[in-house]
């Protein structure tokens, strides 16, 4: 069985690989510069692998204005955050232990800080402002006698937001504070000049840039390189600051990457750019969306969007024709709101229910059509799920009777209608906020309950019909992970209080 796979817009979690970086690298592995280690100086080998890492330290450097001695070649931006952050705090902790890093940034910048936290240090946590940036002005506020380090990232990638990070380092460097800039979401989509920015240490990953995953890069200037400590032990490479033998097809697919980045810049930010606007233009009559992305700073190819009145697992489940994220990869897993989304004064509920869409450099302007159709078609189904009202009822039908239980709030909210002749259900309909699970198991409900007793106890009038259940022995028919029982208890809560008011309906007539 062959699955047609969905068109990929997710390019802020990770690129497909160009394929020009892709051959450089296939060459790379199998020539003379793949098998030497490029310490051998003694021979051919060894001196091929070198160059062919130096050339890429050029390409690397040139994309953002760097001297090609400042770039330390890691597995990736996760490891050039750890390594600026810890580093920097190995290095410098003699003089004080203070770090200020935004609330926003990516785990890679959060977890090392939390790290430093327990082991000591002391970090003011920036709140950024109502647009999603991170301002000079917090920056300035949080400095201290004893701040070491401040870590704000280039273009947020939950949001694309893009910070004004040369303001926030031109004031850092007035109180002779280091600076580093997680620039992996920017890179290759935004024109980046170090000495601009101003930045001390600066992130990068090229998976983000069409390149391999499983390389990266920190870049370390003069002015930091005294003070940062490397994570790893065990020989000189790269200036001694990441001990190890360089992944040199890795390092070349990076380079390769770079170069193509740099040569493509403005017309990968004009394309990526239209189709954005594409989107946002298509989507822009469907009532309850809100745009989290800012008017003007921001990435050119990302679209945060948020969806009122549908549920976020529900939303994305309904698009498979499209991979896009909830928010950010990252976090989809851990089902909590997002905190960046929050930040920008999103309820919870609406910040679980965003689409991130990121287009990348080849996609196509009917891949940004079929997105924003999907997109209409699945909204436009949720809501229906959940229209307000009870369902049509026909001249000479008797009314519905209504059960409600749970809270959008809290990702479920259920209304259960049926309708009853004597002791007997003669139609039952949910309307639904919820889950795909919830979904699947109030619509078997439904054609479960319709036909029979409203004494559950009863047997049902329909031969072959399935039994009712319970909430246990629903989540083992549809497969419902035990987390979300409590949702599956919302269903029986809104079905018994269906069964209740028919009861007491009943009674009253
Ligand atoms: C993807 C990403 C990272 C992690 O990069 P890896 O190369 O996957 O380790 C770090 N920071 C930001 C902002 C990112 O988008």
């Not at 970086?21 to 490029?38: D, F, I, R, T």
């Not at 506020?141 to 380092?169: K, W």
């Not at 909830?326 to 679980?352: F, K, N």
Request: hydrophobic share 45%.
């Amino acid at each position: 069985m062959s699955v047609a796979l969905p068109v990929f817009l997710d390019h802020a979690s990770t690129t497909p690989i160009d394929p020009r970086a892709a051959a450089a690298m296939a060459e790379c592995l199998v020539g003379p510069e793949g098998l030497g280690n490029p310490s051998s100086a003694t021979h051919a080998y060894g001196r091929a692998a070198a160059a062919r890492i130096e050339r890429a330290r050029a390409e690397v450097a040139a994309l953002v204005g760097a001297s090609p001695v400042d770039i330390v070649f890691t597995s990736g931006a996760t490891e050039s955050d750890n390594l600026a952050l810890i580093g920097i705090a190995r290095g410098r902790a003699s003089f004080g232990r203070h770090l200020v890093v935004p609330r926003t940034e990516h785990k890679a910048v959060l977890d090392p800080a939390r790290h430093l936290e327990k082991a000591g240090w002391t970090v003011s946590w920036l709140e950024p402002a109502a647009d999603g940036r991170i301002t000079p002005e917090a920056v300035a506020a949080a400095l201290r006698p004893d701040t070491q380090l401040v870590s704000v990232m280039h273009a947020n990638n939950e949001t694309g937001v893009v910070n004004d990070i040369a303001a926030i380092a031109a004031v850092c460097h007035a109180r002779d504070v280091l600076v580093h800039t997680d620039a992996a979401q920017s890179a290759g989509k935004l024109p980046i000049d170090l000495v601009a920015l101003g930045v001390d240490l600066l992130s990068l990953s090229a998976h983000k840039m069409y390149g391999p995953k499983g390389v990266g890069a920190l870049v370390v200037t003069p002015r930091a390189r005294p003070w940062v400590e490397p994570l790893l032990w065990g020989g000189p490479q790269e200036r001694g600051l990441r001990a190890g033998t360089p992944a040199t097809h890795q390092i070349a697919g990076f380079g390769v990457a770079a170069a193509l980045a740099a040569e493509r810049l403005a017309a990968d930010a004009a394309h990526t750019g239209s189709l954005a606007a594409r989107l946002r233009a298509a989507l822009a009559d469907l009532p309850g969306l809100r745009f989290n992305d800012h008017p003007s700073a921001r990435l050119p190819g990302l679209v945060s969007v948020s969806v009122e009145g549908v549920e976020g697992e529900s939303l994305i489940d309904a698009l498979p024709e499209i991979a896009v994220s909830s928010g950010a990869a990252c976090d989809s897993a851990s089902g909590e709101p997002s905190y960046v989304l929050r930040a920008l004064g999103l309820p919870p509920e609406l910040a679980q229910s965003t689409l991130r869409i990121a287009f990348g450099r080849f996609n196509t302007v009917a891949e940004a059509d079929l997105a924003a159709a999907a997109i209409r078609r699945a909204v436009t189904m949720l809501r229906a799920e959940d229209a307000p009202g009870p369902p049509p009822t026909a001249p000479g039908e008797p009314a519905w009777v209504v059960g409600e239980a749970g809270r959008t709030r809290e990702g479920t909210r259920v209304r259960c209608y049926l309708r009853v002749a004597g002791p007997v259900i003669t139609a039952a309909e949910f309307r639904v906020f919820g889950c795909p699970h919830t979904r699947a198991v109030t619509k078997a409900l439904a054609a479960a309950l319709s036909g029979r007793p409203l004494d559950p106890s009863m047997p049902a009038a329909s031969a072959g019909d399935p039994s009712l259940g319970a909430p246990g022995d629903w989540s083992a028919r549809h497969g419902v992970p035990p987390e979300k029982l409590g949702r599956l208890l919302v269903v029986e809560d809104a079905w018994q209080r269906a069964r209740e008011a028919a009861l007491a309906a009943a009674r009253n007539c």
